[in-house]
């Protein structure tokens, strides 16, 4: 069984890495059920294992923590929903990239149910709608931008944090950074794109989607993708 937790109002960062780390090495342990943290921040960045200080444009705007999830930098702050996942890996497969593909396409079924389209990109990071109201790419392509980020680590086989979606942050404050270390793309939101979604909305998608995506029968065909 894995709980769901949904925490009210803002949420510090460093509380909520001191309550992961702690129960995922309770999950490692056999005490404590999987769990899955629904949360939002006050504005902050966080800079991952792999961030760049150059992609840090205003350290002053707002809090940076460090933070051991793999990725870059990224922005937090209210109207996005912060997804924090303490699962067993382990109990599941043991196989990473199958995890993080069920988590990208977790995203993906979560946005399918507002009727927007949520692609994954070779070499970028996260979940990304097309644009075709905005002007084209310089190579032809359709303009892009990151709706989630995803970023997690393991400690015994056990995932924390997790993943990040725009419902209806203030997008201006993620040009303080050059969000995952991608140049060239914007980030947009829900309601950015036109949509009258708010937070428990999306929280009903996200449960209605998480049994499907993660149940054991997905497994395979998740294997198989990630072979292919």
Known sequence: MVE?????GLTGY????AFMEARAEAIAAGQAPEAVWLVEHPP?????????????????RFPVFPSKRGGQYTYHGPGQRVVYVMLDVGARGRDVRCFVRQLEAWVIAALAEFNVAGHIRDGRVGV???????PRRTDGGLAEDKIAAIGIRLRKWVSFHGISINVEPDLEHFSGIV??????????????LGLPVGMADLDVALRRGFDQVFAAEARPACRTAAAE
Do not use: K, M, N, Q
Not at 128 to 134: A, F, G, I, L, T
């Open 44 to 60: 902050l960045y966080t800079a991952g294992t792999s961030a760049r200080p150059e992609d840090l444009h205003s350290p002053d």
């Open 128 to 134: 990304w709608v097309e644009r075709p109201d905005r």
């Open 179 to 192: 969000p995952c270390g991608i140049r060239d793309f914007g980030v947009t939101s829900l309601v950015d």
């Open 14 to 17: 460093p509380e909520a890495v």
């Open 4 to 8: 769901w937790i949904t925490s009210e």
